[in-house]
């Protein structure tokens, strides 16, 4: 016997065209529930080519095909479909298809050509690559993109993508457990054991909102910290004041460049630089020529210890290198990075790092603030252990923001009391858009 279709008011829109069907929130709101009817209707009254896909699909386990399975029986057509192992067939041709993004190359997605709708479920761990190949692959006439997520990270692309600047032709909801009718009593006993046992955790799994950084992230308190009293903002550069360079240095691998002002007791980052595969020659022609930068009062450059050793093929360090291009060079005092991280989060408090400036577009050189909200340790998956901090594309970044604070109380400055005092950025955390240079 056919059920009742319980699709919360908010969703609703799922049945009218648009190029792009976004749903993002918390538990319970019943996205993914709605989702899989709203296919499962649609492609019982026309023929359609529907592929159900994530990031990461490793077997049919990882999709949604036991939800559509389920979902079929609940609304009363196992009669129509035929659930296959690894699809589903509709008696008039629509079919379900399911596959992951992050093993597709631009040859391989042409496959999903032919398709009508596309959903992306748990699209938040969909990066910006999988997006720029998928997103042009559905192109047939009249075709569209559902996304649902739970959001993370509100510098993940796709939340990037669909909310802070949606695209045109999107119908964008917000849609959360007290959005959705049907609500049940075991969820909300789940939800107020959240909200009493783990605070912390709520305001994203329960109301959608995003995280301040990953879930296990070192740094993930003093960031909150960080966002609560806004000194994640803009912060003009004090043209007065020198402006130092704190080097995590890399060739192969990342190079980070953390440019920072001292002013008293407080640390002022406005700016910072990554790339990879450029010599140091390269980044200090940038510093010294760029219009960016060509007005910058230059001041210290602080190396981590290695950078005092000399290479085999040209016999000098990188400290000689950067002394030859006219640098200041001071090394880093050598800690442990336990102990550095430490150091760190002491600082945290003494921090205004400016938003714009530190940012990057590029996901594979990302800037400060994702590498301090994604610097993680890595977790044993048999004991469930935490172990060392991860070395990945986002640990170069917090490294200089560890020698940064290794370096806080011996950068020079140049500003007073007096300027301090009287300079709105630190001064009961004024809003930075009172001050003007």
């Known amino acids: 016997m056919a059920q009742r279709v319980e699709i919360p008011r908010k969703l609703q829109f799922l049945f009218e065209p648009a190029r792009y069907k976004v749903a993002h929130g918390g538990r319970g709101s019943g996205k993914s529930w709605s989702f899989a009817q709203a296919l499962l209707i649609l492609g019982a ?16 386990k990882d999709s949604v095909h036991k939800l559509l399975s389920d979902q079929i029986k609940r609304l009363g057509l196992s009669s129509f479909y035929q659930v ?6 509709g008696r008039n041709g629509t079919e379900f298809l399911f596959s992951g993004l992050s093993d597709q190359t631009a040859d391989s997605i042409k496959s999903f050509e032919g398709v009508d709708i596309a959903w992306v479920e748990e699209a938040q761990t ?62 909300e006993k789940e939800r107020q054991d ?22 296990g992230a070192i740094y993930y308190d003093e960031i909150v910290e960080m966002e609560k009293e806004g000194r994640i903002r803009s912060v003009p550069r004090n043209p007065n004041i020198p402006v130092h360079r704190i080097w995590d240095l890399g060739f192969n691998d990342l190079m980070a460049v953390i440019l920072v002002q001292r002013i008293v007791s407080e640390l002022a980052i406005v700016g910072y630089v990554t790339g990879s595969r ?10 010294k020529n760029d219009e960016k930068y060509g007005r910058w009062v230059w001041g210290t450059d602080y190396l981590p210890h290695d950078g005092f050793a000399k290479r085999h093929q040209t016999g000098k360090s990188d ?34 790092i400016d938003k714009n400036s530190t ?23 048999q004991t469930k252990t935490a172990g060392a901090p991860l070395h990945d594309k986002h640990s170069n970044g917090a490294d200089a923001f560890r020698y940064l604070a290794l370096n806080a ?16 950025r630190f001064m009961g955390r004024a809003p930075i858009s009172r001050v003007g240079y």
């Open 409 to 424: 109380d011996t950068l020079p400055a140049t500003a007073t009391n007096t300027q301090i005092f009287n300079d709105p």
């Open 278 to 287: 450029r010599t140091l020659s390269d980044y200090i022609a940038e510093f």
């Open 319 to 352: 400290a000689m290198v950067l002394e030859g291009l006219g640098c200041t060079v001071v090394e880093t005092p050598s800690f442990s990075v336990e102990q550095g991280i430490r150091t760190a989060r002491a600082i945290f408090p003494r921090v205004f």
């Open 126 to 187: 969909v990066t910006k690559r999988s997006w720029d190949i998928f997103r042009p692959t559905i192109r047939k006439a009249g075709s569209e993109i559902w996304v649902s997520y739970n959001p993370e990270l509100e510098t993940d692309a796709t939340h990037e993508m669909f909310v802070t600047n949606p695209p045109e032709g999107a119908v964008v909801v917000e849609v959360n457990w007290q959005d959705n009718p049907w609500f049940g009593e075991e969820l």
């Open 84 to 89: 296959l192992q690894t699809e589903i067939r």
């Open 194 to 215: 959240c909200l009493k046992n783990r605070p912390k955790d709520y305001d994203n799994v329960w109301e959608g909102k995003t995280k301040p950084a990953v879930a």
């Open 45 to 60: 009254k026309n023929k359609l080519r529907i592929l159900c896909t994530r990031e990461v699909q490793k077997s049919i």
């Open 359 to 381: 940012s990057s577009e590029d996901p594979d050189f990302p800037g400060l603030v994702d590498c301090l909200k994604r610097y993680r340790r890595h977790i044993n998956q």
